[in-house]
């Protein structure tokens, strides 16, 4: 299954901006997290953050206010840009940002 396409399904009521961010990252670490979701392609960088980007452009990220981006130092991309994604993804890197294990668990159940 594409990743962009589990989203929409998962999601199809939208998902809380701070539970799109934990999940983004939570991809980007964890390859148990994508073999659960059977993934067909790649869980790269970019195509996570394309898949974000586009569940995004349907409006289903939630509770997004530009502020919040500052937190993962995406806030010079819009949310519905790609970019924004890879900033969220990359804040593991330079800011030693974290995801939360159990609301990672919660999200996906």
Not at 26 to 40: P, R
Not at 50 to 64: E, H, P, V
Not at 69 to 84: F, L, P
Request: hydrophobic residues 35%; contains cysteine; glycine residues 6%.
């Amino acid at each position: 299954m594409r990743l962009v396409d589990f989203l929409r399904d998962k999601f199809a009521d939208g998902i809380d901006y701070e539970d799109a961010t934990c999940l983004c990252m939570a991809l980007y670490c964890s390859s148990e997290l994508s073999h659960k979701i059977e993934l067909t392609e790649d869980p790269t960088m970019e195509n996570i953050a394309n898949a974000f980007a586009d569940i995004s452009k349907l409006g289903l990220i939630k509770n997004y206010e530009s502020y919040k981006g500052v937190e993962y130092g995406a806030n010079y991309h819009d949310i519905n840009d790609k970019g924004h994604w890879v900033e969220v993804q990359a804040s593991i890197l330079k800011r030693g940002k974290d995801y939360d294990f159990e609301q990672m668990a919660r999200i996906i159940s």
